[in-house]
């Protein structure tokens, strides 16, 4: 039997693969239609390494506040999309414009966002 520990280190893993997934498959099909560079998902895959547990790690904290749910949300994706936007433009400034990385960086972090919202919704 798996111990407390060893069962949320799973959970947290395949969590962390299947946000990484959504969001590089969603960097995979605007990189293909803006005809970008598909080496710039590699940048994507290692940000969302990154960002994604220290994401979480700030929004449990601000949750132990009184602070509006929505409003940590909200807070957490702009600090997340200002972080991975600039570490996308800075790998891959020869491939894609600082707008841009900013505009991708929204757009996978709204739709990883958004299936986990509706996921969180159905196993709710």
């Known amino acids: 039997q798996m111990s407390k520990a ?14 990484i997934a959504i969001e590089v498959l969603t ?3 605007y990189l293909k239609k803006r005809k970008k560079p598909l080496s710039i998902l590699w940048t994507v895959g290692w940000v969302n390494i ?3 547990p220290l994401a979480w790690i700030l929004m449990a904290s601000l949750a132990e506040t009184s602070m509006n749910s ?7 994706e702009f600090l997340v999309v200002v972080f991975e936007s600039f570490f996308v ?4 400034f020869k491939h894609i414009r600082y707008l841009e990385s900013i505009l991708l960086t929204i757009l996978t972090n ?3 966002l958004l299936i986990g919202g509706i996921l969180l919704y159905l196993l709710a």
């Open 110 to 112: 709204f739709v990883s």
């Open 27 to 29: 960097a995979y099909l």
């Open 6 to 19: 060893w069962l949320a280190l799973f959970k947290f893993i395949g969590l962390l693969s299947f946000v």
């Open 89 to 92: 433009y800075v790998f891959n």
């Open 70 to 76: 929505l409003l940590i949300v909200f807070l957490v």
């Open 50 to 52: 990154i960002s994604l």
